[in-house]
């Protein structure tokens, strides 16, 4: 049976847009065997540089708002206009940093001014497509409609607060302290990996998901098998059904070594 990988980005197949030899590779090696590379990110497809050089079969943005296989849009779900406009204000009030994501491109909102000129100043003068993304206040009205998802970063808040401010329809989850994604109930990594695989051939491949971090537990619960990185934190290894070595250790490549893609 072929399967169909879903990688978590950050943490996962890359640190800072920096991909391992050795998870390219394992990619490679596991393509010429017939399966299927994707991504499955939190991330927008505006907020990702140009994968081209990966050759990857497919991609789910958005935490699972959007996904694209074999060059077509198979997933689109963008949260309906008055939540996402009721999840801003709710940021708002709170004084959080947020940015709204969307495929077409990304846009900040800055209510705390100091910590984002701490955040610009720890980048330096490496590009972010999220930080340096234009101000919400100058994005186009019509785009309003099409968001797929809204993360807020940076601050103390305590998320527990600022969850139940969020409308009924929207969820939000906690990445790491001070960073939290909202987005559509029932939109979700596993719902992405589902749709690929009901889009592949539901009987006909396995799904194995590999992630870090606690917005990869919906996929690594759902796949068929599922990988923690070694650099991973506690709930995701809890989560998977086998955990590899670090992200710069051939974690990848170990993994699929593993579960047999790479014979």
Excluded at 131 to 145: G, I, T
Excluded at 208 to 224: E, F, I, P, Q, V
Aim: with cysteine; hydrophobic share 45%.
């Amino acid at each position: 049976m072929k399967t169909a990988v879903f990688l978590d980005l950050d943490g996962t197949l890359w640190e800072w847009g920096v991909v391992p030899e050795s998870a390219q590779e394992a990619i490679r090696r596991a393509q010429a065997n017939g399966h299927k590379i994707l991504t499955n990110t939190g991330r927008a497809r505006s907020e990702v540089p140009d994968m081209a050089y990966l050759g990857l079969d497919g991609f789910c943005f958005a935490a699972g708002a959007e996904v694209l296989l074999d060059g077509m849009t198979i997933v689109d779900e963008p949260l309906d206009e008055v939540l996402i406009r009721q999840v801003a204000a709710a940021f708002d009030s709170f004084g959080l940093n947020y940015n709204l994501e969307a495929g077409e491109g990304s846009w900040i909102c800055v209510n705390n001014q100091a910590v984002y000129q701490e955040r610009i100043a720890q980048l330096g003068n490496t590009p972010d497509p999220i930080m340096n993304a234009p101000l919400v206040q100058d994005m186009p009205p019509e785009q309003w409609k099409h968001i797929h998802k809204a993360f807020y970063h940076g601050g103390n808040p305590i998320f527990a607060e600022v969850a139940a401010a969020m409308p009924k329809g929207v969820s939000l989850t906690e990445l790491m302290p001070g960073i939290a994604e909202a987005t559509a109930s029932g939109v979700t990594k596993a719902t992405a990996m589902e749709a690929v695989r009901t889009y592949l051939g539901a009987g006909e491949w396995r799904t194995m998901a590999c992630g870090d971090s606690d917005n990869d537990l919906t996929m690594l619960r759902a796949a068929d098998v599922s990988v923690a990185m070694g650099n991973g934190n506690d709930n995701a290894k809890a989560a998977a059904t086998w955990v590899t070595t670090d992200i710069h250790n051939d974690g990848l490549l170990n993994a699929f070594a593993h579960f047999g893609l790479l014979d």
